[in-house]
């Protein structure tokens, strides 16, 4: 059974930073894993995703571009996002999921839909105040 466990989430200031993880069991590993997040009376939106090599291809959301980083330890089956000059309008519930399919992040965008995962965790709430 997959499972996808996020933590690192809670409340910061304006212009802090935040480490998200995101531990994986269940799956191989060799996945392409994203981070997605979702406000109040918000759709679910990408934030980023990385390929399933570490070390390797990502990509990221132009509202979080510069901001925040998303790597990943494959000996530790664990996904994290780095997210630094936290501000307001990045508060919101942060998912993290898997895509088993075992696919590439080349030739097309297809890992910035949520519909594209197959896998996701509960979510960690995350609150930057003004």
């Known amino acids: 059974q997959v499972q996808l466990v996020e933590s690192g989430g809670g409340l910061v200031q304006a212009g802090g930073s935040l480490r998200l993880s995101c531990a994986a069991s269940?799956?191989?590993?060799?996945?392409?894993m994203g981070w997605f997040r979702q406000a109040p009376g918000k759709e679910r939106e990408f934030v980023a995703a990385i390929s399933r090599w570490s070390g390797g291809s990502a990509g990221y959301a132009d509202s979080v571009k510069g901001r925040f980083t998303i790597s990943r330890d494959n000996a530790k089956n664990t996904v994290y996002l780095q997210m630094n000059t936290l501000k307001p309008e990045d508060t919101a519930v942060y998912y993290c999921a898997a895509d088993r399919r075992g696919r590439g992040m080349g030739g097309s965008t297809w890992w910035v839909y949520s519909g594209e995962y197959d896998s996701w965790g509960q979510g960690t709430q995350v609150t930057v105040s003004a």
């Open positions: 269940g799956l191989t590993f060799s996945s392409v």
